[in-house]
């Protein structure tokens, strides 16, 4: 067993591990694919998406619950991502939750049961407080994070475009 096989995690349906470079390829092709980068701004190219895995695995050494594979048991297919990446907002470096599934997974409650094993893991080793950064038409991400106990904080412009930002404290609360 590898170390990052210790690190996964496993709800009923799925598997959520650390990046590996086998997955390398099938986040290329991800990352390219107009149907998976919904929402996003736009596809990246193959030597952007090839950057963004490297990065994804950067995260993932230095926190264990960074945006990850998410495994799909019954196929055994990686069908997507969740978990968290950093990005600087109004001054300060947050830790964002995010997660994204193919097409075919999604609907079927994946985010929801990826996202909450992966939080759980977070509870344990991580006290602050997690952003997320959502358009506002895209309801089914909304849900997702309310049922992960995100409250709403406010709207406000992310890289340039109107966004819902959510946060959730988790951790041990400041004495
Ligand atoms: C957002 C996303 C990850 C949600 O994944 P999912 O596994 O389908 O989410 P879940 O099934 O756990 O929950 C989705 C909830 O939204 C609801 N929902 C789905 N589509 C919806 C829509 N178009 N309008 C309103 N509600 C919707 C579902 O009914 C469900 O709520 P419920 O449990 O109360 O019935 C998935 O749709 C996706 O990958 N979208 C494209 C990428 C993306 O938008 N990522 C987030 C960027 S912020």
């Excluded at 069908?79 to 097409?103: N, Q």
């Excluded at 997690?130 to 358009?135: D, N, T």
Aim: hydrophobic letters at 40%; aromatic letters at 10%.
């Amino acid at each position: 067993m590898t170390g990052s096989d210790l690190d996964a995690v496993t709800t009923a349906r799925l598997l959520m591990r650390l990046p590996r470079e086998a997955d390398r390829d099938r986040f290329v092709e991800l990352f390219c694919n107009e149907d998976f980068m919904v929402f996003y701004p736009r596809v990246l190219t193959a030597g952007e998406a090839r950057d963004r895995f490297d990065h994804m695995v950067a995260v993932c050494q230095g926190i264990p619950f960074g945006k990850q594979p998410v495994v799909e048991l019954s196929s055994g297919l990686v069908v997507g991502y969740a978990g968290v990446d950093y990005i600087d907002f109004e001054g300060k470096t947050w830790l964002e939750w995010g997660y994204r599934l193919v097409p075919e997974c999604r609907g079927l409650g994946y985010a929801t049961e990826a996202s909450q094993a992966l939080l759980a893991k977070a509870r344990q080793t991580y006290t602050g407080t997690l952003l997320a950064i959502i358009a506002p038409q895209n309801l089914a991400s909304q849900n997702v994070c309310n049922k992960l106990g995100f409250t709403c904080w406010k709207q406000a412009s992310v890289g340039g475009d109107i966004r819902n930002l959510y946060t959730l404290p988790i951790g041990e609360p400041a004495t």
